[in-house]
C-alpha cells in the first residue's frame, strides 16, 4: 500500500485484483486510528501464538501420570478392594492431596483399618450357619407359667410377649394341679 501524507488528510492505493486500483482518502485521525487497530490486533495475534507455544498439550498424558502415581501409591499401601479405593478417591476428592500423602495420613490409615475390620466381622459372621436360636421352648405353655409373676392379689400375671394362642394350653397345664377341679380342666371363667 502505498501512502502519501498532506497536512489534512492521508491518501493510499488500495492494489487488490489485478487492473483495479481504488483510492482511498482518509483524515490523520482514521488513519491513526486504523493504526491503532491494525497494530493492536498484531501484538494480540503474537501473543497468541506464544501463549500456544508455552502451553504444549500435555494435560491428558499428565492426567495418565497421576492415575498410574495413584495406582502405584495403591498398590503400596495394600488398597486393592473396591470399596477401599473408594475411600481413597473420596480422600483425594475432598482434600486435593497428591496420593502419598493420604495413604501417609493418620486419620486415612485409621478410616481404613477400620473399613477392614468391619469387612472382616461381615465375613466373619456371613459364614456362621444356624437358625435364629430358638429351642422352642417359648412355644411351651410351662416357659410362659414360669415367666409369670403373683400380683398383689395373688393371682398370676403373665409377661405381654405371650402369645395369645397358648392361652388355653397354659389354662389347661394350671388346671392340672388345682384342687378340686374334678376334670382337671379349668377355664377361663374359672379364674
Not at 26 to 43: A, D, F, P, V
Not at 161 to 167: A, D, V, W
Amino acid at each position: 500500500m502505498n501512502t502519501e501524507t498532506n497536512q489534512d488528510e492521508v491518501v493510499g492505493e488500495n492494489n487488490e485484483g489485478e487492473g483495479t486500483k481504488e483510492v482511498v482518502t482518509l483524515s490523520k485521525e482514521e488513519y491513526g486510528k486504523l493504526n491503532e487497530t491494525i497494530g493492536s490486533l498484531k501484538r494480540d495475534l503474537k501473543d497468541l501464538k506464544k501463549a500456544k507455544e508455552e502451553t504444549p498439550e500435555k494435560t491428558e498424558p499428565d492426567n495418565k501420570l497421576l492415575e498410574r502415581l495413584d495406582k502405584m501409591a495403591l498398590q503400596v499401601a495394600g488398597i486393592t478392594e473396591v470399596d477401599e479405593v473408594e475411600l481413597f478417591n473420596k480422600w483425594k476428592k475432598e482434600t486435593g492431596r497428591e496420593a502419598d500423602d493420604i495413604v501417609g495420613n493418620s486419620i486415612f490409615k485409621k478410616e481404613l483399618e477400620d473399613l477392614k475390620i468391619a469387612k472382616a466381622n461381615q465375613k466373619a459372621t456371613s459364614e456362621i450357619q444356624g437358625g435364629r436360636g430358638e429351642s422352642g421352648a417359648k412355644s411351651t405353655p410351662e416357659f410362659w407359667i414360669a415367666k409369670a409373676t403373683k400380683g398383689a392379689d395373688g393371682k398370676l400375671t403373665f409377661p405381654e410377649e405371650t402369645p395369645k394362642e397358648l392361652f388355653p394350653q397354659i389354662v389347661a397345664e394350671l388346671g392340672k394341679n388345682e384342687p378340686g377341679a374334678s376334670s382337671g380342666k379349668l377355664s377361663f371363667h374359672d379364674q
